[in-house]
């Protein structure tokens, strides 16, 4: 059987939020407890993080420690998981090199990710290589491992179709009859709305760099305020008795994603399930606060262990520097194994290849001086 194998990982620009939560992490912790899989590496993406923030090594500097301490209070254990920082394992940066050779810049500014992320940040008149070449360094990072699996949202499948393409060129050119890299499959999440889990104001994605998150790490009350001040229902629904709506109405979409039948029963027992809470509010005489505080209790309930297994975490901050190292040192091992079969199948192993030596020796072998 060959081996199942994940690789994932997010940007330390900031401190994770509940939209990576129920598009990835929620996930990549269960499939760590499932015990299927052979070795699961999860990384901080430094150095893509810099593409495009180049000019504010700090703030990636300090996130580092931040995702650290969020993933392992989600769930994330070092022990069963291999945490890497990914500026740690230069490997990679050689694997994107070679990788890049294989992809056009057609293809790159095909990218709907990319092109969506250059409009976000500007970058149209003047879009750094780093930045637009970065879906080329997200498949160093996938094949170096030799990642089966990739536990991401929606907005990574362009990467993951990247990747796929460059694996099968890769194995086509160099290693046709014993394919080096290994082609991988995204795993999004099932539920709709765990995809791409709008922000608090109703924007289409919660994202750090929109500033529109509740945080893993926020505290109760932060999370409350968001919830009943900040957060984006129907403009239309004025009164409790006209008829709501559910398209784009930020607090059923968050429901959908985190609610069970058995919050019914202990906070909200009007309803059984959220079909019949739906409904109630589709038809009118439901009120925006009632849904609000129905689902701060279900946010509260999720995110109290994580946050008290953060604020213990807190307490020894080197220890959680030296998982990290200790992750990066034994992801870097996989890696250099990788590339070095990489080269080979690109025939620039020169060095130790013996029988190079020996033809290009023989080559010469009837020149004397
Ligand atoms: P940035 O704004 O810096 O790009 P981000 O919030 O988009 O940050 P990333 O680190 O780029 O976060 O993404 C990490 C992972 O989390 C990816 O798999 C991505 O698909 C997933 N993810 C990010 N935001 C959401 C969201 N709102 N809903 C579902 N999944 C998300
Ligand atoms: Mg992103």
Do not use: W
């Not at 940007?11 to 939020?17: C, D, E, N, V």
């Amino acid at each position: 059987m060959a081996n199942k194998i994940i690789l994932t990982g997010d940007r330390p620009t900031g401190r994770l939020h509940i939209g990576h939560y129920v598009g990835s992490l929620r996930r990549r912790v269960e499939l760590q407890n499932s015990g299927e899989f052979d070795k699961i590496f999860i990384m901080i993406a430094d150095a893509q993080a810099l593409t495009d923030n180049f000019d504010n090594p700090d703030k990636v500097r300090a996130n580092i420690i931040e995702v650290a301490l969020d993933y392992i209070s989600a769930g994330i254990d070092p022990e069963k998981s291999t945490i890497l920082v990914q500026s740690q394992i230069p490997e990679l940066t050689e694997l994107t090199f070679f990788y890049s050779n294989l992809v056009t810049v057609s293809r790159l500014q095909r990218n709907p990710t990319v092109k969506n992320e250059i409009q976000l940040r500007n970058f149209e008149t003047s879009i750094p290589v780093g930045f637009f070449t970065y879906p080329i360094s997200q498949a160093a990072d996938i094949t170096a491992f030799k990642a089966t699996t990739v536990p991401v949202g929606v907005d990574q499948l362009p990467m993951i179709e990247q990747t796929k393409e460059i694996v099968q060129r890769f194995n086509f050119i160099y290693s046709p009859d014993k394919p080096v890299l290994v082609d991988c499959e995204a795993l999004i999440p099932e539920n709709e709305s765990c995809k791409r889990l709008p922000g608090v104001d109703g924007n289409a994605k919660m994202s750090k760099s929109l500033g529109n998150c509740i945080y893993l790490s926020d505290t109760a009350d932060d999370v409350k305020e968001k919830i009943m001040k900040k957060m984006f229902t129907d403009p239309q629904h004025l009164q409790v008795s006209d008829p709501g709506h559910l398209e784009g109405n930020v607090v059923f979409t968050y429901l959908d994603a985190f609610c069970r039948d058995e919050h019914f029963e202990r906070y909200l027992p009007d309803y059984a399930n959220l079909e019949e809470m739906k409904a109630h509010y589709t038809r009118g005489g439901l009120g925006d606060v009632k849904c609000k505080k129905f689902l701060n209790e279900i946010m509260q309930e999720t995110l109290e262990p994580i946050r008290v297994r953060r604020h213990e975490l807190e307490k020894d901050i080197p220890a959680i520097y030296d998982i990290l190292k200790k992750g990066s040192e034994k992801a870097r091992e996989t890696a250099t194994q990788t590339l070095a079969e990489v080269k080979a199948a690109m025939r620039i192993n020169y060095f130790d290849d013996a029988e190079l030596i020996r033809a290009q020796s023989e080559k010469y072998s009837g020149s004397k001086d």
